[in-house]
């Protein structure tokens, strides 16, 4: 066995080429898994960690108003440990280049739930006035502890003063409105005041207006809240479906996801990579065999010999990936911070990180231990001779047609002869061009996929300029009579709970006669009157089809319950819910009081005096916003579609010359033969294209529709509840992505040339010396 290890390390290191791509797929799919493990279960542990020693509620209950009748009543639902009454109030300040910002200021609750984190300031609690800022707003403001900002309130004007800085554990990804699917710390942000400076201050003589609940019956509470407040009731969630916390915990799934599934091809690859380099190893040690088993070594000995190179490679490769992962993880848990607020990051390993290594070194190891069957095999005289002698036969095209076949040249009689005397070899290259092509097809799709998602939302779906929201629901009458003659259209939004149930409280756009809501279904048709429209993701996840009639209940104000048929799949990424006409809402007894004005341009100064006035508020977003930050929540993904893109392209090259280099040790001495029977260098040379032309085109052609397959699995891990992404590709990145594809593929018929001319024929073809 001495001998034998050193002639393993005497091999390895002077065939580390032939090595490197087993190495580099150990080592890529170890990193990828690792890499990403660190940030999923790194967030996932800050995040229990801050939801525990903080005590973030379970659920959360908005209302018009809400009495201590009403949390007695609701404290009598079983599974419900504690309440917290808070009330909530939307003010305005400008940050003097005439851009209003919208802050949300509620106050302590009741009980000990939602305990905000202190940055910096004085101690929670320890003041009766001013407020405590969230640090993110005041970081974007150049806002300090000590500072005072101006807030507007119902027509009031409040000057407060910043006693503290906070961080909130039900705010973790604040967006501050519906409208925005990312942070915008610039315009939105957050705090707490006193009762006190709630009353005092504000003059604020209306009720409290939400619930913090700590539970273990989700279900319950969302069955019974709305029967108890009527009328008052506004909405439900709970930690999966409150956008401020359940994105945090969805972000946490997507990662694991990404890593399970690029782990799996990566080490998929490696079998491969494994495969055929020792396939190649025993090809050109032919004679190195039959000496081992001339001095007495076991088929036995020889066998794990070899099975030991995809030990010792494939534990460096991982070993390598280990020590690395730490600083993808850092490099990848960094792109998230921008979009979370946590007062602790951190990356975290489970013991699945240990089984992926585990995993990858004894897949490489049987890899190796099964391609090296033809050394386990024949006699040393046999070996001697040579190891490259192949049985060839009729194929079925020389059999069904002869006439045909008779007609082809003798080189193409040829490629097809040993083309398929040799189908595991064949196999492989489509294999790994499929393999490539649906890498590469993922790492640029999702990019084009996400991008493709903003503009058909802003843009094509929805085609305002301005939205206004309008945030005085006392006054909403007044609002419409006061803005009649404006060119836009009115949209209400309201939340229901939909049966068939996916256990979500789905969002229900109701909407007036225009042409600034252009959502399609699935059929190509426009919403009309007659019948209520779910989009897709929410007919997916609750099972929903076209004819099926669906029951609306808890709906927002509303203690009604419609039954509607569904007219038609919406194909929409954002919002998620059902939408409907103004005329079919009205036609099956609801009241249509919008709440949300879409505007084809701005609105004039004639009517935003008339709202002013009127002491009508209202929050402004336009498109052109809304567009810029659902790219930038693109951009946040986008250090991991680069790091896959590349890695796609690596593996491309690597596995793909590592099939070239197979192919040429296989047939070294085929092409000798031809050569001295007479055959011309570029003759052997357009041989060999043949064969590489035919596996590249089969595996192009595979690779295609099963990269789209991959790339939707793909996309589909960043789908949640509230949005839904579709699968795209630019005919630019897919051209890119062929090219690669087939010009590494290609690449190694240029190397094989190389190799034909430094060919020594009588070496190749020479047999018992």
């Known amino acids: 066995m001495k001998f034998l290890n050193r002639k ?20 890529l799919s170890v990193l990828i898994y690792t890499g990403l493990e660190g940030v999923w279960h790194g967030m996932d542990a800050s995040l229990n960690a801050y939801m525990k020693s903080n005590r973030l509620a379970d659920s959360w209950v908005n209302a018009v108003s809400l009495t201590a009748r009403d949390v007695n009543k609701i404290k009598k639902i079983s599974g ?29 609750g009741t009980k000990s739930l939602n305990k905000p984190v202190l940055v910096s300031g004085k101690e929670l609690g320890s003041q009766k006035s001013g407020m405590y800022l969230n640090t993110e707003f005041a970081q974007s403001h150049n806002l300090k502890v000590g500072d005072h900002l101006t807030v507007s309130y119902d027509q009031r004007t409040v000057i407060l003063k910043i006693i503290g800085l906070i961080r909130s554990p039900s705010r973790i990804y604040y967006t501050g409105t519906n409208d925005f699917v990312a942070p915008n710390y ?49 909405a439900y969630y709970n930690r ?85 992962s730490p600083g993808m993880s850092l490099f990848v848990l960094q792109t998230q911070k921008t979009m979370f607020s946590l007062p602790n990051w951190q990356i975290a390993y489970t013991w699945n990180s240990f089984g992926i290594i585990a995993l990858v070194i004894l897949i490489s190891t049987i890899s190796a231990f099964i391609a090296s069957h033809n050394a386990r095999s024949g006699l040393p005289a046999v070996y001697l001779r040579g190891n490259n002698i192949k049985q060839t036969h009729q194929v079925s095209l020389e059999k069904i047609f002869p006439s045909l076949w008779q007609r082809l040249s003798y080189g193409s009689r040829w ?81 229901a709970r939909i049966s068939p149930d996916d256990g979500i409280n789905h969002i229900v756009n109701v909407i007036s006669k225009g042409d600034l809501i252009n959502v399609i279904t699935t059929s190509g048709k426009h919403i009309n009157n007659g019948g209520i429209y779910v989009t897709e993701g929410l007919a997916q996840s609750a099972h929903i089809k076209p004819g099926q009639t669906i029951k609306l209940t808890n709906v927002s104000t509303s203690q009604k319950s419609y039954q509607m048929v569904v007219k038609g799949i919406v194909k929409s990424s954002v919002p998620q819910g059902v939408y409907l006409t103004q005329q079919t809402w009205q036609n099956h007894g609801g009241d249509f009081l919008p709440q949300t004005l879409l505007m084809k341009g701005v609105l004039s100064n004639k009517n935003k005096e008339l709202l002013k006035t009127n002491g009508i508020s209202s929050q402004l977003v336009t498109i052109k916003k809304q567009r810029a930050n659902a790219i930038d929540l693109v951009n946040n993904f986008q250090s991991i579609f680069l790091l896959i893109q590349a890695f796609g392209i690596l593996l491309v090259v690597v596995v793909l010359y590592n099939l070239g280099s197979l192919s040429f040790a296989e047939r070294s001495r085929d092409y000798a033969t ?96």
């Open 415 to 495: 490629t097809w002869r040993d083309s398929l005397a040799n189908p595991i070899r064949v196999l492989m290259g489509v294999v790994g061009v499929c393999g490539g092509m649906a890498l590469l097809i993922a790492g640029f799709g999702v990019h084009d996929s996400m991008y493709s998602q903003v503009s058909q939302s802003y843009g094509q779906d929805f085609k305002y300029q301005e939205r206004y929201t309008f945030t005085s629901t006392n006054n909403l009458l007044n609002v419409h009579k006061l803005l009649t003659n404006v060119n836009g259209q009115w949209l209400e939004t309201l939340t």
């Open 8 to 27: 393993l390390r005497r091999d390895i290191l002077s065939r580390w080429t032939q090595f490197f791509s087993v190495f580099l797929m150990a080592f």
């Open 80 to 108: 419900i440990s504690q309440i917290s009454l808070k009330t909530t109030i939307q003010v305005t300040t400008s940050d003097g280049h005439n851009n209003k910002n919208y802050l949300t200021l509620e106050t302590p």
């Open 674 to 769: 031809l050569r001295v029977l007479g055959f011309h260098r570029n003759e052997i040379r357009l041989l060999t294209m043949r064969e590489n032309w035919a596996t590249t085109l089969i595996g192009w052609i595979i690779g295609l529709p099963f990269g789209f397959w991959f790339l939707a699995k793909y996309v589909s891990t960043f789908s949640t509840y509230q949005i839904k992404y579709y699968p795209s590709i630019s005919q630019l990145n897919l051209v890119i992505a062929s090219i690669i594809t087939i010009g590494c593929a290609l690449t190694t018929t240029f190397l094989i040339g190389q190799r034909i001319k430094k060919l020594d024929m009588i070496e190749a073809i020479k047999g018992v010396e």
């Open 186 to 234: 610039q315009s939105y942000g957050f705090g707490t005041i006193t009762q006190q400076t709630l009353k005092n201050d504000f003059h604020y003589l209306g009720q409290a207006n939400l619930l913090e609940i700590s539970d273990s019956n989700n279900q319950k509470i969302r069955e019974e809240v709305p029967k108890i407040l009527g009328l008052r009731y506004l």
């Open 240 to 324: 999966q479906t409150l956008p401020e916390v359940s994105t945090a915990l969805d972000r946490v799934g997507q990662i694991r996801n990404l890593s399970i599934m690029f782990s799996t091809l990566f080490i998929l690859l490696a079998i491969l990579a494994m495969y055929t380099t020792i396939r190649r190893l025993i090809e050109s040690q032919t004679q190195e065999i039959a000496t081992l088993k001339a001095l007495g070594y076991s088929n036995r000995s020889i066998s794990w010999h070899y099975a030991s190179y995809g030990l010792l490679v494939s534990t460096l490769g991982a070993l390598v990936g280990t020590a690395v």
